[in-house]
């Protein structure tokens, strides 16, 4: 079946670093990518999407592209900031998966000031 | 701006209680879903609505029941609450066609049984 796996975390970095989260998917057909984020006692947020091959989400100094040939969609930012800790999830949705929203198991991000 | 709203957003209540966690939204969106969020992170869809009067069990077996009698409004019941069912619970809703809307996601019920 279809699914998502995100890299494990916690991840913690310094303030101006360079983020890189990895996901991966596996999916039927041409699925939809997208990166959440859930800030401390939030729900979560959509942060940004792409819906074909080789199209680029960005969002908040976010980025991600989706790559068809990896099946990878990594979420990168050049400088993160302390307010950019929190929870990222990784998702698809795909025919295959009767359109439901499957999700990656999350990484904790924390930014050191 | 929420446009998917959750009540209340903590609850602390005593063990075989019956509570019921609301969710509401404005979009007029279809479909809708409750998510069970463990410490872990993990989310783990315990229900599903397509419409009035559709409801469907998600993969996690939960002792929760759901309804969805408007199109805005799909409310979360447990009959007794036990400690087990202490959690973080999350509320979506989506656009009907396509693949590429993705969720709109409410703020989130947590709820402790002690």
């Known amino acids: 079946g279809d699914s998502v796996t995100q890299m494990e975390g916690p991840v913690t970095l310094s303030e101006e670093a360079f983020l890189t989260i990895n996901c991966t998917y596996t999916?039927?057909?041409?699925?939809?990518l997208f990166w959440y984020v859930q800030y401390p006692g939030e729900g979560l947020q959509l942060l940004l999407k792409?819906?074909?091959?080789?199209d680029k989400g960005s969002n908040k100094g976010f980025e991600a592209t989706y790559r068809k040939e990896t099946t990878s969609f990594h979420l990168e930012k050049g400088s993160v900031q302390v307010s950019d800790s929190a929870v990222y999830f990784c998702a698809l949705t795909a025919y295959s998966s009767a359109s439901k929203i499957i999700f990656g198991s999350g990484t904790r991000l924390s930014i050191r000031p | 701006e929420a446009d998917i709203y959750q009540t209340p957003r903590y609850l602390v209540i005593g063990t075989g209680k019956k509570i019921t966690l609301e969710c509401s939204q404005t979009m007029g969106h279809d479909k809708m879903y409750w998510y069970q969020q463990d410490p872990g992170m993990e989310l783990h869809l315990i229900h599903y609505?397509?419409?009035?009067?559709?409801?469907e069990k998600g993969d996690l077996s939960s002792e929760s029941t759901v309804s969805r009698i408007r199109t805005e409004h799909f409310p979360l019941t447990l009959e007794s609450a036990r400690p087990s069912h202490t959690s973080q619970y999350l509320c979506?809703?989506?656009?009907?066609?396509?693949?590429?809307?993705?969720?709109?996601f409410g703020s989130g019920t947590r709820l402790t049984v002690v």
């Open positions: 979506a809703s989506s656009e009907s066609q396509g693949l590429s809307y993705g969720y709109t």
């Open positions: 792409a819906t074909k091959a080789d």
């Open positions: 609505s397509y419409g009035v009067n559709s409801t």
């Open positions: 999916a039927t057909g041409y699925p939809s």
